[in-house]
């Protein structure tokens, strides 16, 4: 026997929560995963997304608590991607007069990812599908996350089944928001939002803005917890993030072979301290990258340094500055420092990163054979103490 929520007169949340899942393709996810499916029992019968495939069992026990599978009428594939795609072609085969409503994208995705030729529904911004007491409206949401993707609008109930947008990847045993405690919820918002959405940002505005085209009592997203209490928060944050907002507080990233490096970190946060501006420091070998990303989202300012091993930076900074010229975060202004041997090359390889990745760059003299004397620490503090009047001048 399973738990199903119901969200409304014959809408139900039939997903997954996969609660010892700690990596979303990379993206650290210390509280777990959901896969969130609903069931919409109307005239027709229409599952929203399906799960991941190793929860197919479980998506099909909760529906045929409420119905047999083979009564499903409509599939909606708002995205393809497989944590929402892959059990399709086991569900097909339980509802084998199944139509599956997609984009063109999407269509073209799951044959290529199934190999399989479906009773395909092509659909488009503002098409809609008559599911008897109430109808279902489609608004295209390309790019968050990928090309297919979609959300789905119930006309009468008022839900968005919003899919990857306004998603958390936490784990939890009420469904709703506000059953939650929301500073939990509204954290893991924004790393989901900096992990999955950030290199989309200047779509997200005119995304969201199509949600403020119609009444809304709940966003049902395809992860984590459900909104109904705090539609009005979450829908201002996407606003706020989509226009590239960033406050004065200062992210400092780094790694360090024998601790010079390490030294210098400390010094110039202790300059941005002097400030008072808000400082984060986060190790590459103790912090995870979805985390660090989370606190650039909203910074000014992102300061980064490595030690110098073979004429490149330490490996782990070549990933991180990989991750985050993918990301792509915007407005934010930035610096490198860091220690070598007999020759240097991180500084120079970190501010070429930052640049690519759309960071504006501000020269530093912060790079040290061996270890920053008294000296050299001084102009760490010095540096740190500059560089956050330049973000706090640069926000206003
Ligand atoms: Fe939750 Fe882009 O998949």
């Avoid at 063109?104 to 008559?130: M, N, P, T």
């Avoid at 059953?179 to 954290?187: A, G, K, P, Q, R």
Wanted: glycine share 8%; proline share 3%; hydrophobic share 40%.
């Amino acid at each position: 026997m399973m738990h199903n929520v119901k969200l409304a007169e014959g809408v139900y949340s039939v997903g997954a929560v996969d609660w010892t899942m700690r990596s979303f393709h990379g993206y650290a996810t210390p509280r777990g995963i959901t896969y969130n499916a609903y069931l919409i029992v109307d005239e027709k019968v229409c599952l929203i997304d399906t799960v991941k495939a190793p929860f197919t069992k479980e998506l099909l026990e909760r529906i045929s608590q409420i119905i047999d599978p083979a009564q499903i009428d409509y599939i909606v594939c708002n995205h393809t991607e497989p944590d929402h795609s892959s059990a399709l072609p086991a569900i097909m085969e339980k509802a084998p007069h199944a139509k599956v409503v997609l984009t063109a994208q999407g269509k073209e995705s799951i044959i290529k990812h199934y190999q399989q030729e479906y009773d395909f529904q092509i659909v488009k911004e503002g098409d809609v599908l008559d599911l008897g007491r109430n109808k279902l409206h489609f608004l295209t949401m390309s790019m968050l996350h990928w090309p297919d993707s979609m959300a789905s609008y119930l006309e009468g109930e008022e839900i968005l089944f919003s899919n990857d947008a306004f998603g958390q990847h936490i784990c939890t045993s009420k469904r709703f928001d506000d059953e939650n405690e929301i500073s939990e919820i509204m954290d893991e918002a924004a790393k989901y939002y900096a992990n999955i959405l950030m290199p989309y940002t200047r779509l997200i505005s005119k995304a969201v803005s199509k949600t403020g085209t119609v009444p809304l009592k709940m966003i049902a997203p395809s992860h984590g917890v459900i909104w109904r209490k705090h539609i009005t928060d979450i829908l201002a944050k996407y606003e706020q993030w989509g226009s590239g907002y960033r406050d004065d507080s200062i992210v400092i990233v780094y790694d360090s072979m024998w601790g010079a490096t390490e030294d210098m970190a400390r010094r110039i946060l202790e300059g941005v301290s002097a400030s008072g501006v808000t400082v984060k420091l986060h190790r590459l070998t103790t912090s995870s990258l979805s985390d660090i990303m989370k606190d650039i989202l909203e910074a000014g300012g992102v300061i980064v340094g490595s030690s110098t091993q073979n004429n490149e930076v330490l490996a782990t900074m070549g990933g991180f500055l990989t991750y985050l010229k993918g990301l792509r975060p915007a407005n934010k202004i930035g610096a490198a420092f860091g220690a070598y041997g007999w020759a240097g090359g991180a500084q120079k390889n970190i501010e070429e990163f930052l640049k690519v990745s759309g960071i504006a760059v501000e020269p530093s003299d912060l790079s040290f054979k061996w270890v920053a004397d008294k000296d050299g620490q001084e102009r760490c503090f010095k540096f740190g103490l500059e560089f956050a009047k330049k973000v706090q001048g640069n926000i206003k």
